[in-house]
């Protein structure tokens, strides 16, 4: 059976498509540099500035698993077309920002139409290019996932300097009503139309157990893990996901088909993807804050600051995407791992109020190089294991894990660096405020740098996946359900 399906312009749909999610994951990041801003503005402190960045990944962690049943219920016209729309919506209301909560809400409602283009992003683009020239089309992607929340304090860091932090959002919405004008004339209809039953029941225990996790992980910046606040969601999120994987094995037609987790280079893939992305939105909000609050550079200094590492993405992730087929995922990986590793080693080495600028531009530089190397392959050896049939299920398998652990890294790199300046501040009660931040900043690369770790362990296990023959994959669709994800 063929994996292409025919269209009149793949290049444009694919470049519409990506342009689409590109806005949406800049939106990830995009306030990262105005959070001091917005803070003072509205009066808040961190722990709940925060929650602008960490809200609109919950939502994306939230929604991308029941997009694998949208996508069974609604064109790929409706969904593309809705996306963009409803993530218009949100720009303009962030935009208008009367007060905190109407900013939140902008980002809530950005967040849906972002969690609508994500997964049909990666589904069509597998159906649209022939198999030959995955590595390529993947390559950008990986361009799309990795440059749009690293470049979002950067470019949102001229802006503010030069306009203010609102007008992020009024570009972003002249962008979208550009993008919405394009897509009605170019998007087609690719997707198979099914109209699977709707168990509610999938959706809330799905809602719940994200919802929870992410709740409780973002308020350990605020409150000790003792505390009811952290460990009562906590704990009825990880059972609400439990209860959720069990009903999917167990349903004849699974919201989201975990059985593509049987394929053991799609679980080590997703994994490898897991770890990246949480490394690349923790970074994307501890550095700005450290270059602003430690080393005191203006918003458009500290963006540019950032743009090297960015540079080295946008050059990189196409001849990587290139090279894929030649030189495969393994080597890849493992070299990128090294690198990222690398990365982490060298600000642990340098990170205080008194580094020089261009230490941190060679650790961001290094820290990208060896991300770009990771993400692609990753996400490509992935993919290349699953039928067909299975691709809208892997794609929201995998990106509801990437929201996840962009959301779980925000949350997490937070509070260790709150937890971290207030140990600095106990052992040096006389410190500046410069010297306070910087210590809590290199706190939490420590945990940043045990997730690289772990990810290089995991890229030695990165193998060329198998083809699978059409019996086999019709034996996994119609298995028994699982007793264990994870098959060696």
């Given at each position: 059976m063929s994996t292409q399906i025919q269209v009149k312009n793949p290049k444009?749909?694919?470049?519409?498509?990506?342009?689409?999610?590109?806005?949406?994951l800049f939106g990830e990041t995009a306030l990262n540099m105005a959070l001091s801003n917005i803070m003072e503005q509205f009066s808040v402190p961190a722990a709940t500035a925060q929650w602008l960045t960490t809200g609109y990944l919950l939502v994306?962690?939230?929604?991308?698993?029941?997009?694998?049943?949208?996508?069974?219920?609604?064109?790929?016209?409706?969904?593309?077309?809705?996306?963009?729309?409803?993530?218009?919506?949100?720009?303009?209301?962030?935009?208008?920002n009367f007060?905190?909560?109407?900013?939140?809400l902008g980002r809530v409602v950005q967040a849906?139409?972002?969690?609508?283009?994500?997964?049909?992003?990666?589904?069509?683009?597998?159906i649209i290019f022939p198999i030959q020239k995955r590595g390529v089309v993947m390559g950008l992607m990986g361009l799309v996932i990795t440059l749009a929340p690293a470049l979002g304090?950067?470019?949102s860091g001229v802006i503010i300097s030069t306009l203010s932090w609102p007008y992020i959002f009024w570009f972003s919405s002249i962008a979208y009503v550009l993008l919405i004008l394009v897509a009605m004339a170019k998007i087609e209809n690719v997707s198979e139309m099914t109209k699977p039953k709707i168990d509610i029941s999938s959706i809330l225990l799905s809602t719940i157990g994200f919802?929870?996790?992410?709740?409780?992980?973002?308020?350990?910046?605020?409150?000790?893990?003792?505390?009811?606040?952290?460990?009562?969601?906590?704990?009825?999120?990880?059972?609400?996901?439990?209860?959720?994987?069990?009903?999917?094995?167990?349903?004849?037609?699974?919201?989201?088909?975990?059985?593509?987790?049987?394929?053991?280079?799609?679980?080590?893939?997703?994994?490898?993807?897991?770890?990246?992305?949480?490394i690349i939105l923790s970074t994307g909000i501890l550095l700005p804050m450290y270059l602003k609050g430690a080393l005191l550079y203006s918003a458009a200094m500290a963006g540019l600051l950032l743009l090297p590492g960015n540079a080295v993405n946008f050059i990189l992730s196409p001849i990587v995407g290139a090279l894929f087929d030649k030189v495969g995922a393994r080597r890849f990986t493992i070299s990128g791992f090294i690198l990222v590793v690398m990365g982490n080693i060298v600000f642990l080495a340098t990170l205080s109020s008194q580094t020089p600028a261009w230490q941190v531009v060679v650790a961001f530089m290094i820290l990208f190089?060896?991300?770009?190397?990771?993400?692609?392959?990753?996400?490509?050896?992935?993919?290349?294991?699953?039928?067909?049939?299975?691709?809208?299920?892997?794609?929201?398998a995998m990106n509801t894990l990437n929201q996840v652990a962009g959301a779980a890294g925000t949350a997490i790199a937070i509070t260790l660096f709150t937890s971290g300046q207030n140990s600095f501040v106990m052992d040096f009660p006389n410190a500046t405020q410069p010297e306070i931040?910087?210590?809590?900043?290199?706190?939490?690369?420590?945990?940043?740098?045990?997730?690289?770790?772990?990810g290089l362990i995991c890229s030695f296990f990165v193998k060329k996946p198998s083809p699978v023959p059409e019996k086999a994959a019709a034996a996994v669709k119609t298995a028994e359900p699982v007793r264990n994800l994870y098959l060696s």
């Open positions: 444009t749909m694919a470049f519409i498509l990506m342009l689409g999610a590109f806005a949406g994306l962690a939230i929604l991308v698993p029941v997009s694998a049943l949208l996508m069974k219920w609604f064109t790929t016209r409706q969904l593309v077309m809705g996306g963009m729309t409803i993530s218009l919506a949100g720009a303009i209301l962030a935009a208008l007060n905190f909560s109407i900013l939140l849906v139409g972002t969690g609508l283009l994500l997964p049909v992003m990666l589904s069509v683009m597998l304090p950067t470019l919802g929870g996790l992410i709740f409780a992980l973002s308020t350990m910046a605020e409150v000790a893990i003792s505390s009811p606040r952290v460990w009562a969601p906590l704990l009825v999120g990880v059972l609400a996901l439990i209860l959720f994987v069990i009903r999917q094995n167990n349903m004849a037609q699974p919201m989201v088909n975990l059985r593509v987790f049987k394929y053991p280079m799609f679980t080590l893939g997703t994994l490898t993807m897991f770890l990246g992305i949480l190089f060896g991300l770009t190397m990771v993400m692609m392959p990753a996400q490509t050896n992935a993919m290349n294991q699953l039928p067909r049939e299975l691709y809208a299920d892997g794609s929201a931040l910087a210590a809590g900043i290199k706190h939490a690369f420590y945990f940043i740098t045990g997730i690289s770790v772990i």
